[in-house]
């Protein structure tokens, strides 16, 4: 399978950059083909231009500017995503990176002023990440990150394609023990992705 792996952690040396690292290496082993990008080593600039913008909606010229992005989102035929969760939400180069490559004609259409999803060629979706605080309190806050994965990404890729969340809490609270069952957790979900 043709996995795009995306990761957003500046820091080499963090727990989510070796999940990022554990998860490239497993998905390889496994035969996958696997295209990485790791957003701060690319220096992928997050911002959206008052001209990206404007062009926004014209499909012929819209992804010109992260045209390399986008063929590679469009040969995928999986996403998995590895990233922290900061402050109840996506690190901003990884939300960048959506609003700037998850345009129109990309992965929606618009029909009569009517959103359709086209990023059809994406048949499941993995999220490995990572929370300072707890599940109570994300919960309390209503878990954006969980939310846009479970709702927003699965309406725009592949009808009834799956979509797996997983999910270390409390990483301020977090021990070797912690960080390991959750390791082996995310082990298991690559290992049968």
Known sequence: MRI??????????????????????????AG?????IDLYRDGFNPVLSEAERLNYHET????????????????????VLVYPVWNYGYPAILKGWFDRVFLPGVSFGLVDGKVQPTLHNI?????????????????LMGDPPRKIAN???????????????????????????????FMTRVERALDTF
């Open 4 to 29: 795009l792996l995306v990761h957003a952690h500046p820091v080499a040396s963090s727990f989510n950059a070796s999940l990022f690292r554990m998860s490239r290496d497993r998905l390889q082993k």
């Open 32 to 36: 996958h083909e696997v295209d990485v």
């Open 60 to 79: 012929a010229i819209n992804r010109q500017p992260v045209e390399d992005y986008v063929e590679r989102l469009l040969a995928a035929q999986a996403l």
């Open 123 to 139: 048949e499941k979706i993995l999220v490995v990440t990572s929370y300072g605080g707890s599940r109570f309190r994300s919960w």
């Open 151 to 181: 709702r927003m990404l699965r309406a725009t890729i592949k009808p009834g394609a799956k979509v797996t969340y997983l999910a270390h809490y409390a990483m301020n609270l977090s021990t070797p023990q912690t960080r390991q069952a």
